[in-house]
């Protein structure tokens, strides 16, 4: 059975910054496609960033328009944790934020149906 569990929410000031990780047990998750997704209140879940499982010894990453050039995906696969720089933080970026991991790694990363395994999600506050 597969935990994701993720950590390093908390409150912070428009402009500042925060590192979220997602720390896996159960299974190894290398060969899992990783997602970050987040929820604000009264708002559906969305797509915030993915990173693919290592192929030819490199990953790619995808990220929603709204944190491109201000969020940064990674992975540590030795660790088995996923992690997401959030840099020039908003108001609007306050939500609960969930990590994912997708066994088959269908292509479809912005698409939280192709998630099978799911954390309980950290909240992070931005005052402004």
């Known amino acids: 059975q597969v935990q994701l569990v993720e950590s390093g929410g908390g409150l912070v000031q428009a402009g500042g910054s925060r590192r979220l990780s997602c720390a896996a047990s159960g299974r190894t998750l290398s060969s899992f496609a990783m997602g970050w997704f987040r929820q604000a209140p009264a708002r559906e879940r969305e797509f915030v960033a993915a990173v693919t499982a290592i192929n030819w010894g490199t990953t790619r990453t995808y990220y929603a328009d709204s944190v491109q050039g201000r969020f940064t995906i990674s992975r540590d696969n030795a660790k088995n944790t996923m992690f997401l720089q959030m840099n020039n933080l908003k108001p609007e970026d306050t939500a609960n934020y969930y990590c994912?991991?997708?066994?088959?790694?269908?292509?479809?990363?912005?698409?939280?149906?192709?998630?099978?395994?799911w954390g309980q999600g950290t909240q992070v506050t931005v005052s402004s």
């Open positions: 994912a991991a997708d066994r088959v790694a269908s292509g479809r990363y912005n698409d939280r149906n192709e998630y099978d395994y």
